[in-house]
């Protein structure tokens, strides 16, 4: 299972809206609507943001959204603050009933 | 609250096993599947497999078929992660984290468990 497709920098300052994209295949992001992302900082264990594509659990700022369109799913925040500078990854559940992640994606609040 | 706690940093040599623990509490241990994780140094995350707690079935991703066993200890609400004929390449933070209901995330986190891997 290959991983899934990230950028592998985004920056924006701060009050701006930025968007990290998540690319699969079918039998990943296009085959459930099963995609989780996860905001790193740096020494830390990850943190869930949003699952289920777009849902936020419980204390997840709404700044972060999330959407999916055929085998891509996209991360949104607006708003940048400078405490949204670290590391995010996407997450996917699989027709072979794995688990596959993004490459990882480092935002930058200039 | 939630709080999955694992064991100490490790230090192997080529060749030898690793068994990591992660201690769960704040929530029915063996009512949600239980993932391992790891993270090689500057490198991304990387899904080992599962354990469903109550059953003891696992499910492990194909990279690591025949090297890697999960089980765990109900009595102590505890899940392990050993993985056998050690390289340089696994020397990384090993996560636990929990999937609290079906909507296939990993809901809480342990703080990691660093493997060096040296000879």
């Known amino acids: 299972q290959s991983a899934l497709t990230q950028p592998a920098s985004v920056s924006g300052s701060p009050g701006q809206s930025i968007t990290i994209s998540c690319t699969g295949t079918s039998s990943d992001i296009g085959a459930y609507n099963y995609v989780s992302w996860y905001q790193q900082h740096p020494g830390k264990a990850p943190k869930l943001m949003i699952y289920?594509?777009?849902n936020r659990p419980s204390g997840v700022s709404s700044r972060f959204s999330g959407s999916k369109s055929g085998n891509t799913a996209s991360l949104t925040i607006s708003g940048l603050q400078t405490e949204d500078e670290a590391d995010y990854y996407c997450?996917?559940?699989?027709?072979?009933?794995?688990?596959?992640f993004g490459t990882g994606t480092k935002i930058t609040v200039l | 609250q939630v709080q999955l706690v694992q064991s100490g940093a490790e230090v192997k040599t080529p060749g030898a096993s690793v068994k990591v623990s992660c201690k769960a509490s704040g929530y029915t241990f063996t009512g949600y599947h239980m993932h391992w994780v790891r993270q090689a140094p500057g490198q991304g995350l990387e899904w080992m497999g599962c354990?469903?707690?109550?059953?003891?079935?696992?499910k492990y991703a194909q990279k690591f078929q025949g090297r890697v066993t999960m089980t765990r200890d109900t009595s102590i609400s505890t899940a392990y992660m050993e993985l056998s004929r050690l390289t340089s390449d696994d020397s990384a933070v090993y996560y636990c984290?929990?999937?609290?209901?079906?909507?296939?995330?990993?809901?809480?986190w342990g703080q990691g468990t660093l493997v060096t891997v040296s000879s």
């Open positions: 984290a929990n999937e609290l209901g079906t909507t296939k995330k990993f809901d809480y």
């Open positions: 289920e594509v777009s």
């Open positions: 997450s996917s559940y699989t027709t072979t009933y794995d688990y596959v």
């Open positions: 354990i469903n707690p109550d059953s003891g079935d696992t």
